[in-house]
């Protein structure tokens, strides 16, 4: 009997059903109805930052030991070597190890390998394949969870799913709105996909509220759709940042940069800057579900930039909660992956 890997690179790699099972099983270990205190033991799961973190490492960190197993974490180019990413490469710059052999050895050291790499190249039709998550995923022969890569960061997603779920109580058919926000630099698309795909798989009335040239990648735009389609929900697209909070349950404030303009900064900035007044204040607040709403971001903030510290601090924000529940999504991840559960691999 064979067990054939399997990779958490996308919620969309689940079902419904996986999905919603993952949600219920944080839910009991956020609830102490179940520790599996030991149920890790023995295991080790081999952390590549290749760009910084701080609630995706250590929740991980955590999560591995809550549950008796071992956290190794790796920085390319600080402690461990620089990575060549390009298949093919004639290695003679600064680059000393190829992702490919880094990806076969850690697969063979490791129980599970996960990988963090944001986008860094000048073309968005290039940058948009994922090509590094899909080279380790192609060469690892242990499962491969992304850690937030050029177009996903789905431990982010399931963590902002469990927290509608906690907070809405049914999140079906109550309006979600992805608010784009201003931010001193074009920041990636990969949470923001997230948290609109998350919002969808739990059927809500999903809302993109962005500036015009802010459009999310159209496959992006594909899948969300899909989704919401499937699970029951719907998504549609406002330009009207202030017309988009009315009638909102929740408002998940985010930046992200204009994909036309990706490799272009100071095209990229020329545009963003007629949208300075596009953040979320006390003003802007009293839209949100008549004042009622709640508000999500991911971490880390801008604050007084993407939202003020009246909201960050205040009764309506959310996002320690969220920030949290990275943790227990993540260990009932691990758990269903690693654990006395491993039956995400299929076997013949």
Known sequence: MTVIKRDFLDTTDLSQAEFHALLDLAAKLKRGETTAESALRG????????????????????AMFRHGGHAVVLEPGRGSWTLETELGAVMDGASVEHIVDAARVLGRYADAVAVRAFPKGKLWEVEREDAVMRSFARHCEKPLINLESTRRHPCQGLADAMTLREKLGQPQGRRFVLSWSWHPKPLPTAVPASAALAAAHLGMEVVLAHPPGFELDPDDLAAIAGVSKAAGGSLRIEHNG???????????????????????????AKL??????????????????????????????????????????????????????????????????LGQSEGMGVQR
């Open 43 to 62: 295991k080790v799961l081999a952390m590549v930052f290749m760009d910084p973190s701080l609630r995706t490492r250590t929740s991980f960190e955590v």
């Open 242 to 268: 202030r017309e988009a909070l009315d009638g909102a349950d929740v408002v998940y404030v985010k930046s992200w940069g204009a994909l036309g303009h990706f490799g272009q900064p100071e095209a990229e």
């Open 272 to 337: 963003r800057a007629a949208y300075r007044d596009w953040s979320m204040n006390s003003e802007r607040l009293r839209h949100v579900g008549s004042g009622q709403g709640l508000v999500m971001h991911c971490l880390p903030v801008r604050r007084n930039i993407e939202l003020s510290d009246a909201i960050l601090d205040g009764p309506k924000s959310v996002v320690v909660d969220q920030a949290e529940n990275r943790l227990h999504v993540q260990r009932a991840l691990l758990l269903t992956l």
